[in-house]
């Protein structure tokens, strides 16, 4: 069964500052890989999304992620955080089914932003 | 263009108690989908539909039933609720296919079950 790791449950970052954000896969095939930001008491937002082709992919926000096959991995980066970042995050994998467009969601990880 | 929209926004049950969750689409989006979000466990799939007329269970079914009589609407059903069933819930629709799979949220429902 596929599965998706957030190893990290907080992060705290100081504004200004380097962010990546963990996310490992389980999947049987080629996955399609998302990232999704929730403020709160809000909905999801979709950040960027990996198909196929170039495995570093640009997102909204001033986000990338890079699709590594060798580590299962689907790491979120942004070069420098602001204090508005400070949110949950969500990684996510699919399809569940395959032809139906349901995914599996990690567990999210939740980014502090300090002054 | 309001996307995905979600009542009501708050709600308390009591146990036993029956209730519906109703969600709107005006994206003409095929697939539809129902989540739960409780703390420190991110998004369960409950049900979701790929078109008018067709639902499948997802991860966690149980308790919950849903329908889908048009492209626009997709309410989910508690018949009889319990205390577990106390979380945030999601409503998300999608275009459809592998490739075109973002999915849109509504705000979510806050359900208590005491």
């Known amino acids: 069964a596929q599965s998706v790791t957030q190893p990290d449950i907080h992060i705290t970052v100081s504004e200004g500052a380097s962010l990546e954000l963990r996310c490992n896969y389980s999947y049987g095939a080629t996955p399609y890989l998302f990232w999704y930001v929730q403020s709160p008491g809000q909905g999801l937002q979709l950040l960027l999304k990996?198909?196929?082709?170039?495995?570093l992919v640009q997102g909204i926000k001033g986000f990338e992620a890079e699709f590594k096959r060798s580590q299962s991995s689907f790491n979120l980066r942004k070069p420098s955080v602001h204090w508005s970042d400070a949110a949950e995050y969500f990684c996510a994998v699919g399809p569940l089914n395959s032809g139906y467009s349901t995914l599996t969601f990690g567990k999210g990880t939740m980014l502090l932003v300090s002054p | 263009n309001a996307g995905v929209t979600q009542t009501p926004k708050f709600r308390i049950l009591k146990i036993g108690q029956s209730m519906t969750l109703q969600c709107t689409q005006d994206?003409?989006?095929?697939?539809m989908y129902w989540y739960r979000q409780d703390p420190g466990m991110g998004l369960k799939l409950i049900y979701y539909?790929?078109?008018?007329?067709?639902?499948d269970k997802g991860e966690v079914p149980n308790g919950y039933n849903v329908s889908r009589s048009t492209t626009e609407d997709f309410p989910l059903r508690l018949e009889l609720a319990a205390p577990s069933q106390t979380s945030v819930y999601f409503c998300a629709s999608s275009y459809g296919g592998i490739e075109d799979n973002e999915q849109f949220f509504g705000p979510g429902t806050r359900l208590t079950v005491l």
């Open positions: 539909s790929v078109g008018a007329g067709i639902t």
């Open positions: 994206m003409n989006h095929n697939y």
């Open positions: 990996y198909f196929s082709g170039d495995t």
